[in-house]
């Protein structure tokens, strides 16, 4: 049994200087959107240290096959693994959690409702899927490569490559949604919404390694994304004065 | 020095306007997928309490109405006990996922009204719903609390409402009673009316 992450006990605060600031005015849309008065500080309660619980029960045996999980035929594109782990700021796995994702096709179109990008829809891609990390943290996705695309925001944006993730903790406080970026890929430089993380390493927390170890021969290659959340106070002292 | 061995967070980047295709896809319309979305009611047939629609808008400092805001809510049963907890109402799976409509920007919750949990220092807090809000724009998720209005005896002796230092703010995070078993929340990203957001 590995030790895993504890599923209880307060949460330690975010480092709001390794995220990405709300008012990032590269990103336009921010602009409108970002909170201008100061955040209330608050440690977390038991509403933040509890949180939903998902079984396997809600998943079907191709939720997180994105080649295949739309109509059953085989969607077109370059296929790859996307895997890695869920962990906590000990590095611990996060066992028994829902991680959901979500990307545009092979040409940069997303099957949705508002996206009208020129790239064609593909017929056999939803471009959704979903995955409860193992007792040891691990997911594994099997998809095709996302196309870039351009985007209305300054006069010539292009998203590079990249994958959508929403990650469940243990804790409504340990929600996240973040991207994935691919190695190499020249466009992560240039996309303001990558740059709005403010530090060069935290972007490269976002960039996944090809993973050629993980790769099948002659099918498909991989790339490994390991997930951090937020991780839990030990109590190694009672916080508690004498004789209460 | 020694190396303190810890990871970072993973740095949150915004969730987009197409969060719907991964998070809410039969409500989009994208069926074929799965069966159903995940978190359509925050409870089953059976669960005890008061049941209550909340409803509201997103709105930005533009006084513009965002119709491609996710949201997610978190509370507890009519007890106060969370899902897990001892006591708690099995009827409660307290967690919800609902996205604002894309022609009216209006979003719905359909829920029973919680009951007061423990603070950390024992205190109880106020009834409250935990909202998680992502949105295009939104760099990463905004956390607030849904009040009520008509709390507030348990609202004056909340230590969370405590800790907002402007009082005239707390206003920003009560629901208010349109009708019997019906209340109205809108939230304010910007402005004179800016929701208060907390840093938990
Ligand atoms: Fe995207």
Known sequence: MPDTAPATGPLIGRDRNWHPPAYTPHYKTSVTRAPQRALVALG????EETGPAFGHSILGPLDNNLILNFTGQPAIGERIIVHGRVLDDSARPVPGVLV???????????????????????????G??????????????????????????????????????????????????????????????????????????????????????AAIPMDCLAYKFDIVLRGRRQTRFENRLEGM | MQNLHQLKESPSQTAGPYVHIGCMPNFLGNTGTYPVDLGVSPMLDGALGQAITITGRVIDGAGMVLRDVMIESWQADAAGHYPGQPGADANVTGWARFAADF??????????????????????????????????????????????????????????????????????????????????????????????????
């Open chain 1, 44 to 47: 977390s309660t038991l509403t």
């Open chain 2, 103 to 200: 022609d009216t920007g209006f979003w719905t919750l359909h829920t029973i009204k919680p009951g007061r949990a423990p603070a950390p220092n024992g205190q109880l807090m106020t009834p409250h719903i935990a909202l998680w809000i992502v949105a295009r724009g939104i760099n990463i998720g905004l956390q607030t609390r849904i009040c009520f209005a008509d709390e507030a005896p348990a609202n004056a002796a909340c230590p969370v409402l405590a800790r907002v230092e402007h009082k005239d703010r707390i206003a920003t995070l009560l629901a208010h009673a349109t009708a019997p078993g019906t209340y109205s929340f809108d939230i304010h990203l910007q402005g004179d009316a800016e929701t208060v957001f907390f840093d938990i």
């Open chain 1, 100 to 126: 959901e994702i979500w990307q545009a096709n092979a040409g940069g179109r997303y099957r949705h409702k508002k996206d009208g990008y020129l790239a064609p829809l593909d017929p056999n891609f939803a």
């Open chain 1, 128 to 213: 959704c899927g979903r995955a409860i990390t193992a007792p040891d943290g691990r997911y594994e996705f099997l998809t095709v490569r996302p196309g870039a695309y351009p985007w209305p925001n300054r006069t010539n944006d292009w998203r590079p490559m990249h994958i959508h993730f929403s990650v469940f903790g243990t804790g409504f406080g340990q929600r996240l949604i973040t991207q994935m970026y691919f190695e190499g890929d020249p466009l992560i430089a240039r996309c303001p919404i990558v740059n709005t993380v403010p530090s060069a390493d935290g972007v490269g927390q976002l960039v996944a390694p090809l993973d050629m170890n």
